[in-house]
């Protein structure tokens, strides 16, 4: 598998960045100001996600996706761990990430590969999305901010 930047020509892979994010506008705004990433296996998108820079020498990790029949088997940590790469790379000093409070498993990996909780956002998905979200049995209403210095 192989993980490269998406080509400007090329269009985001918009239904699986839709399972990460159920907000199609708000995928498009930060996709359009961002940088698209995708995995391929046997030419086949199997990932993906976006690193939009947010503030000085700070990028903020929007989106990670994995199709889902290879959910499961790693591939999201090592987007994440590429992704971490990635802003090292560009020169960033830290990487931060916002996920749903319903979002166990995503929660679990951000904090295995190195970020630490750093606020909440009260509400977030109550104000910013028009359909209730629900991961796990449990209403998604805050966002959980997560940072790492790089």
Sequence with gaps: MDIRKLNKEEK???EMLLLADPSKDIVEEYVNRGECF???SEHQI???YVLLPT???TVELVNVAVIEEQQGIGLGKRLVLDAIQVAKAKGYKTIEIGTGNSGIGQLALYQKCGFRIIG???DFFIKHYQEEIFENGIQCRDMLRLSQDL
């Design 46 to 48: 199997v990932g993906v």
């Design 55 to 57: 503030r000085p020498e």
């Design 12 to 14: 985001p892979p918009m």
């Design 38 to 40: 995708v995995a391929e």
């Design 120 to 122: 909440v956002d009260m």
